[in-house]
Each structure stands twice: as C-alpha cells, then as structure tokens.
C-alpha cells in the first residue's frame, strides 16, 4: 500500500480511527515505505510544559518504583510509570481542593497548572503514537461509570478532550460489566492482559483505565541458533538454568561506572530502546534501585557511548500485578483514599474516594524483540460501606432488660441447625428409698 494512501486514509478517518485500524494491520501495514532509516528526532520541538511533565513521570515513576520493590517479597518488579501517571492525572481531573494538591505534588507536577498538565498529556499520544512506524505502541484511556449515579458532565468533557478516553456507562450489578471491562483491557493489549477486575463491589461507581501496548523487534536481532541453557544466579546465591540469547559482538551504546554497567539496546529505526543495567560484583541491585531518581538516570543516559560488545541475556517471559494504594498514600496521596477526599468535579455526591489502584503489566524478551503491555486501574467509590455483620460462626446471645441492665437470657450457638439440643443426664438419686 503506497504510503500517500495509508496518510490520507488516515487524516479522513482521524487519529483514533486510525489508531484502531493501524492495530488491525499491524506496524508493517503502513511502515515499510515510509521509514527505512534511523529516526533521530521528534516530529515537532516538545513544549516547556510537556518538558516539565515528562521528567515529572519519571521522576513519579522512580519514586513509585522504588517504594513497590522495597515492600515486594517476590523476585520480579515491572511496572509502567507512564500508564500509572496518566491514570492518575486523568483521575485527578475530578478532585479539588486538598485532594488535587496532594495528587499534583505526589505526581510531581509541582507548579504546573491544570491545563499545562491535561495539554502536555494530550501531546504524548501525538508523539508516542506513529513516531517509529516499525514499533507497534499503543496509548488508550478509558471511563467506566455506574449508569445513573450522578456524575459532573464537564468530567468526561476532560476525558474526551484531552486523554483521547472513551466514557461509557455500564450497570455494575450486572455480572457482565466485569467482562465488559477486562474486554477493553484485553484489547487495547493486543490480549496480553486479559483480566483487570475480578468482581464490581457495590460501593464501586467508576473505573479509570490506562492501557499502554508495547512491541517493538530488535534493531539489531540476538542469534537465535545460538540460545542456549546457561546459569542465572538469584539474589540469594542459588542457581536457575535460564535460555541465554547471544547478540554478537559489535557496535553498541554502554556505560560503565564502580556500581554497573549499562547497555542499551535499540528497536527498529532507534527511536525506541531499552537500557539494561547490570550491578558490578559486591553490589547490590536494590541499593542501586534505591539511590536511582530522574536525575541520576538522566546522567546515565548522557554517559552511554558506542562501543563494541557482545552480550547474552536470558529470553523469558513474566506477567506482574501490584496494588498501588501503599505507595501512593506513602507519596502523599493518602487523603485521594479516604473519606475526607474531594471529588466534588467528579461528582456532586459526597463522600467518594480512590477505593484502589492497581497496575497489571505483561513482558516478553526473546530473540526478535520485545512485547510489554500495562493496564493501570482506578477504582472509584463511595466511603468504604460499613463491614456486613455475618453471623456465620459460634455466637453468643444475650436478652436483657436495658433499662436496669438485668439478663434474661444468655447462651452461646455452636450449630443452629441443632433445633433441640439432647436430653440432659437424669439427676442421680440421692435420697434412695428404703
């Protein structure tokens, strides 16, 4: 298909026509006549604003990552800064007030405003979206809204206008809504994840969703004849045996310093690449975690220079999903979680809180490429309804007179469906008769 037709397809059908038919195709549908060569810069100059919001992601998102891996027991962490950052700045659309100062600071926007923000997001899906036509990334929000609760009109404006999101409402009590959900999950993935809600409880009045797709092949391919079973050494000391891929040797950008060495490995025309770090021998990789923040990556970045290498890494495949709500609430965001929150730009009903946040994220690393997907969901509910009191085990029972406090009756139930309890032990005699 000639490339002036795919564009005029597209500019007819509009951007996110087009983003669903480019997912249809595929990257090469429209891609293999329109970049041939390496992409070495944006397609327009980024605004000082959407500059700012993009450290302020990642600086969220550093910060975000080292609060999970200090508090997970298992030994994988994969999360997407980028997806939990626009969730969270569309939810923080609807709050005020306290409640939308608290979720500006622990996102990181500092003095950013409102609009700076919303327009600096809208921005990301233009230069995101189509900058590497042999990269496959897909950006996709979406609402979900309890039909006929009242909710502010101006919300979903915001939703539309800037986040490219659709707004739909669904009965929650209806069983289906919950696959209605994981549907849209499963397909702004490409089906790496297929399930984001398990059940809809019934304070729940909203759902918030960031989806991210990413599948990009290798600028330059490991040797797939050549994986092989090699040795993985955990953090404990013990021993995996893993699929070693091998690159072989040669030009590639790297760093290295007393802590790591890096390199970075690009896909497609370069525009999109991924940096492995790798702790030197008696250091650890938590406390290089831990000391990691904007600043130190951006001078990591900046140190990365071509050199010649060959390189092995372990082909696998992992799925992870992490509740958000300790970190965020630890970063400042505690009062979006409780009942004094403001969501009043939300909806005028009081009383309405980020129930949970949560972030399911898939990878795969093999020979040809990578395939990464997240889905970040925000829970939105009223004020946690009151626990049921289930009286489903032993109980005790009393009866009394309230007035002066006097039992009538007291006894404990170990099995009601015993209706009569057995016969008690006749006394024995004590006076026999002679």
């Not at 564009?7 to 195709?25: H, T």
């Not at 810069?41 to 891996?69: D, Y």
């Not at 600096?120 to 609760?149: E, I």
Request: charged share 20%; glycine share 8%.
């Amino acid at each position: 298909m000639p490339a002036s037709a795919c564009s005029v397809r597209e500019r007819r059908m509009g951007r996110r026509f087009a983003m669903l038919i480019a997912i249809a195709l595929g990257p090469s549908a429209c891609s293999s006549e329109i970049v041939t060569s390496e992409i070495d810069r944006l397609p327009r100059a980024l605004t000082i604003a959407e500059r700012a919001v993009i450290r302020s992601s990642n600086a969220f998102g550093f910060e975000l990552f080292q609060r999970v891996v200090s508090g997970e027991d298992g030994p994988n962490v994969f999360l997407s800064p980028l997806s939990a950052s626009m969730a969270l700045g569309m939810t923080m659309n609807g709050s005020a007030a306290e409640t939308w100062e608290a979720m500006r600071l622990a996102l990181h926007f500092g003095g950013l405003t409102e609009t700076e923000i919303n327009d600096s997001y809208h921005g990301l899906f233009d230069l995101l979206l189509g900058l590497d036509p042999l990269v496959d990334v897909r950006l996709a929000n979406s609402v979900w809204s309890q039909r006929g609760f009242p909710f502010q009109p101006s919300f979903f404006t915001t939703v539309r206008d800037y986040f490219e999101g659709e707004a739909r409402e669904l009965d929650f009590a209806d069983p289906a809504a919950v696959d209605v959900i994981n549907q849209w999950a499963s397909d702004a993935t490409n089906g790496r994840i297929d399930k984001v809600l398990e059940r809809i409880a019934p304070e729940h009045i909203m759902f918030l969703l960031n989806a991210l797709y990413f599948k990009g092949t290798w600028e330059r391919k490991f040797d797939a004849p050549e994986t092989s079973a090699a040795p993985f050494i955990r953090a404990d000391g013990s021993q995996v045996s893993v699929p070693m891929m091998r690159l072989p040797e040669g030009p590639i950008l790297s760093t290295t310093t007393p802590q790591f060495q890096a390199v970075e490995l690009a896909y497609g025309g370069k525009a999109f690449a991924m940096i492995v770090l790798l702790p030197a021998d008696g250091h650890d990789l938590s406390s290089i975690v831990a000391s990691m923040d904007d600043d130190a990556w951006a001078a990591l970045v900046a140190s990365l220079d071509s050199t010649s290498l060959e390189v092995r890494m372990p082909r696998f495949r992992i799925e992870y999903e992490e509740l958000l709500n300790t970190p965020l609430i630890g970063m400042g965001m505690g009062i979006a979680f409780s009942g004094a929150a403001n969501f009043t730009r939300l909806t005028p009903v009081p009383g309405v809180c980020i129930h949970f946040v949560k972030q399911n994220t898939f990878l795969e690393i093999n020979e040809e490429g990578t395939e990464a997907a997240a889905v970040t969901t925000v829970g939105i509910g009223r004020v946690s309804l009151p626990v049921p009191f289930v009286v489903d085990r032993p109980f005790l029972v009393a009866i009394r007179e309230r007035l002066s406090g006097t039992i009538l009756f007291l006894g404990t139930i170990g099995d009601p469906t015993a209706a009569e309890s057995a016969p008690a032990n006749q006394p024995g005699q004590v006076c026999a008769l002679e």
